[in-house]
């Protein structure tokens, strides 16, 4: 099921987007193809070949000729063309389809931005599909490429290579993330105004971070789990290429990447949780200053209300009593209103009320 908008996948009228195709041997470049189909055929009888097939927002006709001519699995291409999956790793009997998302910062916006990736992995072949800028494979393939004793391990290494390069890209977001937290933290302790928006507003981000973290610890731990076990107990599926210790040298690899994630998502949590607890912190304070507030109204409202007493009793239309017409009962009224107003002051004052 898609986690998105119903109007992700590319319209049927999409322009085809960038494609490159690399051919290798062993590890080595071996040339290049054109299109699909040429590299199917440069693989055909050729022990030891791969090709790595590399595209970014491709149209709806370049999935279903990629679909074609390598076999792919309804179901996962579906995936493909309809973006916004959750991180997963799927076996459809002979190929392995992954899904990634790599996410970066925008410390201007405040924004988490989120992409995604799509991986396709036979025996001989591995298919990238980008819906991001986050992510330059063609870098990563220089990069790869200094590195034949790990590209020589097969289109796994190639999955194993991305998943590091998006692990990676989470650590400077999450840094930057924490940046603002720790900065949103200081303006909550300093009552600054638009605090409990902002602090809304970087939840929201933290959250979408963890969708795209939280859900790859199962992917590594399936990966992982599939270089443990012999080939007979989970049959079906790509293979990397090497004898055992290869296959340790990949799984080594693999749990190092699972360690990096393992510390981000932690990382992210605790991000989470500090945001959570400067929002109850915020609350605090935020009811903190009403008390005060509702203690200086009311203080005042006590001092007032004392000679108003006094003035409504004294000026009420009754028949004079004795003592009315007093030339002091003038001065005595006035002077017992000060000093009642005075001494609720000094007693508000006395305890903090003012």
């Given at each position: 099921m898609a986690l998105g908008r119903a109007g992700a996948a590319p319209p049927a009228a999409a322009p085809p987007g960038p494609m490159w195709i690399r051919l290798y041997r062993d590890g080595r470049p071996d040339g290049s193809a054109d299109t699909p189909a040429r590299a199917r055929d440069a693989l055909?009888?050729?022990?030891?070949?791969?090709?790595?097939?590399?595209?970014?927002?491709?149209?709806?006709?370049?999935?279903?000729d990629l679909a074609r001519v390598f076999r792919l699995p309804p179901l996962a291409l579906e995936d493909a063309v309809v973006a916004h999956q959750r991180?997963?790793?799927?076996?459809?009997?002979?190929?392995?389809?992954?899904?990634?998302?790599?996410?970066g910062y925008d410390e201007k916006a405040e924004a988490v931005r989120v992409g995604e990736v799509h991986v396709f992995v036979g025996e001989d072949f591995v298919i990238t599909i980008t819906h991001t800028d986050r992510l330059d494979l063609s870098a990563l393939r220089l990069r790869l490429e200094k590195e034949p004793r790990l590209l020589a391990?097969?289109?796994?290494?190639?999955?194993?290579?991305?998943?590091?390069?998006?692990?990676?890209?989470?650590?400077?977001?999450?840094a930057a993330?924490?940046?603002?937290?720790?900065?949103?933290?200081?303006?909550?302790?300093?009552?600054?105004?638009?605090?409990?928006?902002?602090?809304y507003r970087l939840a929201r981000e933290v959250i979408l971070l963890q969708r795209a973290v939280d859900p790859l610890g199962e992917v590594l731990e399936e990966l992982m789990a599939r270089l443990r076990e012999p080939a007979d107990r989970r049959p079906g599926g790509p293979r990397p290429h090497g004898d055992r210790g290869d296959l340790e040298h990949l799984y080594g690899h693999l749990r190092d990447i699972a360690d990096h994630e393992a510390a981000v998502r932690e990382r992210v949590d605790a991000l989470g949780q500090l945001l959570q607890n400067i929002?109850?912190?915020?609350?605090?304070?935020?009811?903190?200053?009403?008390?005060?507030?509702?203690?200086?109204?009311?203080?005042?409202?006590?001092i007032l209300v004392v000679p108003t007493l006094i003035a409504s009793i004294y000026g009420?239309?009754?028949?004079?009593?004795?003592?009315?017409?007093?030339?002091?009962?003038?001065?005595?009224?006035?002077a017992l209103m000060g000093l009642s107003s005075l001494g609720l002051y000094l007693l508000f004052r006395r305890n903090g009320w003012l």
């Open positions: 055909a009888g050729h022990e030891g070949r791969m090709a790595w097939i590399a595209l970014a927002e491709p149209s709806r006709d370049q999935l279903t991180p997963k790793a799927e076996l459809y009997r002979d190929v392995l389809f992954s899904v990634l998302r790599p996410a391990r097969g289109p796994l290494a190639v999955l194993y290579a991305v998943l590091d390069h998006v692990v990676d890209a989470y650590a400077p977001a999450v993330l924490q940046e603002d937290v720790d900065e949103l933290e200081n303006e909550v302790f300093a009552g600054a105004s638009g605090a409990s928006r902002r602090t929002m109850s912190v915020n609350g605090t304070l935020v009811g903190q200053a009403q008390n005060e507030a509702m203690k200086k109204v009311s203080s005042w409202g006590g009420m239309n009754i028949p004079p009593s004795p003592g009315f017409g007093w030339t002091f009962s003038w001065p005595l009224t006035l």
